[in-house]
């Protein structure tokens, strides 16, 4: 019987995906692990040939990646670093946005299922049933969809812990918390809950909005949350578009920023302000996190074992928007 790529990958001690990627000259192969496999092709009389044919037919070399908008900085520096760290593997990226559409999302995995694309990242508002997913080649960024879906994510509670403390040190008595409820369970509903144990450990008054809402519903949120705690001196937001929003509302009802309210991003350092300001600001290692998301799914494409949760701690940046 001639050898197979679990040959191959067995006698050199290494990962189908690496065989993958050595004999399609992917070039984010350990140099060491590139020279055993191709000791193992040559003592196993292993036809490379016979490798491309293999994959031509099983795979389409192409994955999805599932974003709710494009037009958000984060989604797109995101999207890059993916469309980057898939092209090292030797895969194109389509790119689908998904907002609004879950017929789009759930599109795509049916063309997983049909081998019309060989897997998909998955960063969605849209919950699906753990028993459509099963055996998907998916890999997720924060949402939870069961066991058989991992995902990537960052240190959520302990950032935003860190940033309600410090609105706290800065003299902030009337501290708010301004996000969006995801539809999935979601790592994100972390930052809620940090927030409300900080105020219940400090006996703080909880000033929560945090709603359900679509890309583009930002405003009428931020509006809201002033309405509701118009004396609020201290806010974290969760996400970069809610804090550019709650600091136009701001600004329109003429506070100053940061002498009357401080704020704290999750995100929005690298966002370039009408206002010539930094965000204060919890920061994510996007890169790090595409990278990593890539390297799981195609360990799933090719049927190795792959991390359950994955977390990457955030970095705290100091801006304007906060007393230094």
Request: with cysteine.
């Amino acid at each position: 019987m001639a050898p197979t790529i679990k040959d191959v990958a067995k006698y050199a001690g290494v990962g189908l995906g690496t065989v993958s990627r050595v004999l399609n000259n992917g070039a984010s192969v350990n140099p060491e692990k590139r020279k055993k496999v191709l000791e193992a092709v040559k003592a196993l009389n292993f036809t490379p040939n016979r490798m491309a044919s293999k994959l031509r037919k099983n795979e389409t070399r192409n994955i999805a990646l599932l974003v709710p908008v494009i037009n958000h900085p984060f989604f797109a520096e995101f999207a890059y670093f993916v469309e980057d760290e898939a092209d090292k593997f030797g895969y194109s990226v389509i790119l689908v946005s998904s907002q609004q559409r879950v017929e789009k999302e759930a599109d795509i995995i049916k063309r997983i299922r049909r081998r019309e694309v060989d897997g998909a990242v998955f960063v969605t508002h849209f919950a699906h049933k753990e028993s459509e997913l099963k055996d998907c080649p998916i890999v997720s960024i924060d949402r939870i969809f069961g066991d058989e879906i991992p995902y990537v994510t960052t240190d959520n509670y302990a950032a935003t812990e860190k940033a309600i403390e410090y609105l706290a040190a800065k003299g902030c008595k009337k501290i708010g918390y301004i996000g969006s409820k995801p539809l999935v369970r979601s790592e994100v509903s972390e930052r809620e809950r940090a927030y409300t144990d900080e105020m219940e450990k400090t006996g703080g008054e909880k000033r929560i909005v945090n709603e359900v809402i679509m890309h583009g519903g930002e405003q009428a949120v931020a509006e809201k949350f002033f309405d509701l705690y118009p004396d609020t001196d201290g806010v974290f937001v969760s996400g970069y578009t809610m804090a550019k929003s709650f600091l136009t509302a701001a600004r329109e009802r003429g506070k100053k920023i940061p002498e009357d309210i401080q704020l704290i991003s999750y995100d929005g350092a690298f966002v370039q302000w009408n206002y010539s300001e930094v965000l204060t600001s919890v920061e994510q290692p996007i890169e790090k996190m595409a990278r990593k998301v890539i390297d799981m799914l195609v360990k799933k494409i090719h049927g190795e074992e792959v991390e359950k949760r994955v977390e990457f701690p955030t970095e705290f940046v100091l801006g304007d928007t906060t007393l230094k």
